[in-house]
Nanobody
Framework: QVRLVESGGGLAQAGGSLKLSCAAS????????MAWFRQAPGKDREFVAA????????RYAESMKGRSTISRDNAKNTVELQMNALKPEDTAVYYC???????????????????WGQGTQVTVSS
């Protein structure tokens, strides 16, 4: 059974930091690129960051460049998103996603991702 379980969300002040984690199970983690998406109230889900199966390729949304770092630990089947300099507009439900991909390319489109977690709420107060 495939599972992606996000954790680490919560309430933060503007300018603060949060680290999100995603624990994966039920599939061969090293055959999948991993990504974070987010969905704010009343908006479509949007890409945040992605990392290739080896960690050698990463990609960030323009809004997150310089403020976030995606990383993965293939020994622990986890992927993390460190977010700094948080802004109120970062408030959203953050989702972890997995894309079967054995090259170093990482996608930013929802349709490319095969598995999704349930999400974790991030709220940034001004």
């Amino acid at each position: 059974q495939v599972r992606l379980v996000e954790s680490g969300g919560g309430l933060a002040q503007a300018g603060g930091s949060l680290k999100l984690s995603c624990a994966a199970s039920g599939f061969t983690f090293t055959s999948y690129a991993m990504a974070w998406f987010r969905q704010a109230p009343g908006k479509d889900r949007e890409f945040v960051a992605a990392i290739s199966w080896s960690g050698g390729g990463t990609r960030y949304a323009e809004s997150m460049k310089g403020r976030s770092t995606i990383s993965r630990d293939n020994a622990k089947n986890t992927v993390e998103l460190q977010m700094n300099a948080l802004k109120p507009e970062d408030t959203a439900v953050y989702y972890c996603a997995a894309d079967y991909r054995l090259n170093q390319r990482v996608g930013a489109a929802e349709y490319e991702y095969d598995y999704w977690g349930q999400g974790t709420q991030v709220t940034v107060s001004s």
